[in-house]
């Protein structure tokens, strides 16, 4: 029989990997902060990257599996913005063409969030 957790920690770990990653290689978040927001680039990666950990680690929890379920799906929804940067400030064709394909992968993604908040 499959473990009904299972949804929830992919997700968990899908979000905790990416919020490591903020720290560990974050010139690549870097680029996808808007230039207008107040502060540096540097800062709002990290920001990010704990509030992916945080989602994280609220999804893995059951207690706090509804709300984090819910977090995550609205914290996919905010960075997509960040994610339409990216494809259009791609400089070489093989960029644009995976920055742009993966921007409809935001949907799934957000269903995915809305299923573990929904199962919990």
């Known amino acids: 029989m499959a473990d009904p957790h299972r949804p929830a920690h992919l997700l968990a770990g899908a979000l905790g990997f990416m919020g490591v990653l903020h720290f560990a290689v974050p010139k690549p978040f870097d680029a996808l902060i808007p230039a207008s927001l107040p502060g540096s680039r540097r800062a709002w990666t990290y920001g990010s990257g704990v509030a992916e950990l945080a989602v994280a680690a609220a999804v893995a929890v059951p207690r706090t599996r509804r709300l984090g379920g819910l977090a995550a799906a609205l914290l996919f929804l905010g960075v997509f913005p960040g994610n339409v940067k990216m494809a259009v ?17 935001q949907w799934p993604l957000i269903a995915w969030a809305l299923k573990v908040r929904d199962r919990a």
């Open 89 to 105: 400030d791609a400089k070489t064709t093989p960029q644009r063409a995976v920055a742009w394909g993966r921007l409809p992968l």
